[in-house]
């Protein structure tokens, strides 16, 4: 059966999108994970990917258009199928449009079919569906409802707080009115569009509207035919926008013998292998709350003893996969069986390096890493390199000519790549600032969207772990990535002699269909010029 593609909403604020490029064209076979096209949003140009396999029948919205976000974008479904219906219905789609605008026109909705049990929704209701609060989501969670039933929602309240695949969100409400319907309890999961919640006047039944929308998935599923439009007033069917904060939980709860936390607390601590029972709560009536796990510090005691498993019996605890979790492993199992990785070593030594830093530190309140040193030298080094600075397509190579470099952050859920964008031309101290800053938003779980896209090559440091020397993951759609190493001191050969030295590791892993063996190697010596003689990125 054919499947309607609709323009995506790719960033929290995009509200229409300009298809850039198509990537393929009217008869093409898909694959489910093709890109489809490159569609130009408020923030980025980004790549839009199939989750569907079959033929490509329709193009909607031709190269270089605009539209709004839901328009037909493209159809997709079986070689010869007969796809006149979804186009009438497309029609017919922007007619409902003219009618909410107030425009007069009449439409036919006599073959739309409702299970025979969608009725006109009340005056003033709003549906609020699971919206996309990153590029990449598909599904969310609700961590907790910081708004029960019944109660009164202002614009700008909070309404809940959802786990996405890249981090924890705080979801703000653009709508007035009172919480009639929650849509999906804390701790369930919904694929974006799913009903979440109902706003409208105190008082007003929407149990239909609930039960339609379940059962039917017709109001207001995105890729499915239009709502039929009569003369009564009719609900305006709203996805909200996110918004992160800092505003936490406080509800008030006591009992004797029974800890109250919020289910993010709860969520969190049992991620982080936290006893509740030893933390404070600072929420109203000492209820635990987000900020008190995140800046709990175990006592000696409690860090020392483990969970206490008898001798000799098998024992493991089963922890549920995080939604950033799966986005995880989908995506690097994605990029390493579709990217022929090969893979670079090298060795640097680092004498100069650490003299350079520590004489740049003593300038008064400055304070750079070797971390810091590295993106400057990589920055410079892709500019010289933009083969190394690229991106495959099937039917070309992008080299970029800005540079933006990612760095991953490791975070209790996993792994997020905050991106410091111009790379190149931004200071050593000013590199060192935007990291820092991304760091602790990134383990804060307050890193914004336009803030983890967008990169050109990514930078991976163990190296404050011990580590010596171990090999990254290429993060698509970049082309290449460097894995950094610790610095060692050992025994080095300089003019002859065995003398002390200091040394680093570093391994470039490449895509070998954009970046050549020896166009690596190239840049890993141009590379290898800078961090060796760090008083040149000054130049």
Not at 122 to 146: C, F, H, K, N, Q
Not at 286 to 294: A, F, P, Q
Not at 385 to 399: A, C, E, K
Request: net charge negative.
């Amino acid at each position: 059966m054919a499947e309607v593609i609709n323009m995506p909403r790719l960033s929290d604020t995009m509200e229409e999108g300009t298809v850039a490029s198509w990537l393929k064209k009217v008869g093409d076979k898909i694959e489910e994970g093709d890109i489809l096209a490159e569609i130009e949003t408020d923030k980025a140009t980004m790549e839009f990917e199939s989750f569907n396999e079959g033929t490509l029948l329709h193009i909607g919205i031709p190269e270089g258009e605009t539209a709004k976000v839901d328009t037909l974008l493209a159809i997709i479904g079986e070689e010869g199928e007969d796809i006149s219906g979804l186009l009438n219905g497309s029609t017919e789609a922007e007619k409902s449009d003219a009618i909410s605008e107030g425009e007069d026109t009449v439409e036919d909705v006599s073959d739309v079919d409702f299970d025979n049990s969608t009725e006109d929704l009340p005056e003033g209701v709003i549906v609020v569906t699971m919206p996309r609060l990153s590029d990449t989501m598909e599904e969310g969670t609700v961590a907790t409802w910081l708004k029960k039933v019944g109660e009164e929602v202002e614009e700008g309240d909070i309404l809940a707080e959802i786990e996405t695949d890249k981090a924890t969100m705080e979801f703000e409400s653009f709508q007035s009115g009172t919480l009639l319907h929650i849509g999906l309890d804390e701790g369930d999961s919904a694929k974006v569009d799913a009903l979440l919640a109902i706003i409208g006047p105190a008082g007003t039944d929407v149990t239909n509207v609930a039960k339609n929308f379940k059962v039917t998935g017709d109001m207001p599923k995105k890729e499915s035919k239009p709502e039929p439009k009569k003369e009564t007033p009719k609900a305006e069917v709203k996805e909200e926008k996110p918004k992160v904060s800092t505003s936490t939980s406080a509800s008030s709860s006591t009992s004797n013998g029974r800890i109250f936390a919020s289910p993010l607390a709860k969520k969190m601590a049992e991620e982080k292998g936290i006893n509740l029972s030893q933390v404070n709560g600072s929420g109203e009536n000492g209820r635990i709350v987000k900020k008190d796990i995140e800046g709990f510090t175990p006592s000696a005691q409690s860090a020392s003893l483990g969970k206490f498993v008898p001798s000799g019996q098998e024992d493991f605890d089963e922890v549920p996969n995080s939604n950033m979790r799966k986005a995880i492993a989908k995506n690097l199992a994605k990029s390493k069986f579709s990217a022929p990785h090969y893979y670079l070593n090298v060795e640097f030594d680092m004498e100069n390096a650490m003299a350079f830093r520590a004489q740049y530190n003593s300038i008064p309140d400055t304070k750079i890493s070797y971390n810091d040193m590295i993106v400057k030298a990589c920055a410079l080094a892709l500019r010289q390199h933009p083969q190394v600075n690229s991106q495959w397509f099937d039917d070309r190579m992008q080299l970029n000519n800005h540079v933006h470099i990612g760095v991953a952050v490791a975070v209790p859920d996993g792994l997020l790549v905050p991106v410091v964008k111009f790379a190149n031309e931004q200071s050593l101290t000013q590199i060192g600032a935007a990291v820092k800053e991304y760091a602790g938003k990134a383990r804060n779980k307050k890193l914004a969207l336009d803030e983890m896209e967008g990169s050109t090559f990514t930078i991976s440091n163990l190296g404050m772990f011990g580590i010596e020397s171990f090999t990254s993951i290429i993060n698509q759609p970049n082309s290449a990535i460097l894995s950094v190493g610790a610095i060692v001191a050992k025994p080095v050969v300089k003019n002859g002699a065995v003398v002390p030295g200091n040394t680093m590791k570093l391994t470039l892993a490449c895509d070998h269909r954009t970046v050549d063996g020896a166009t690596g190697a190239q840049f890993l010596q141009t590379l290898k010029g800078y961090i060796e003689n760090p008083v040149t990125m000054l130049v």
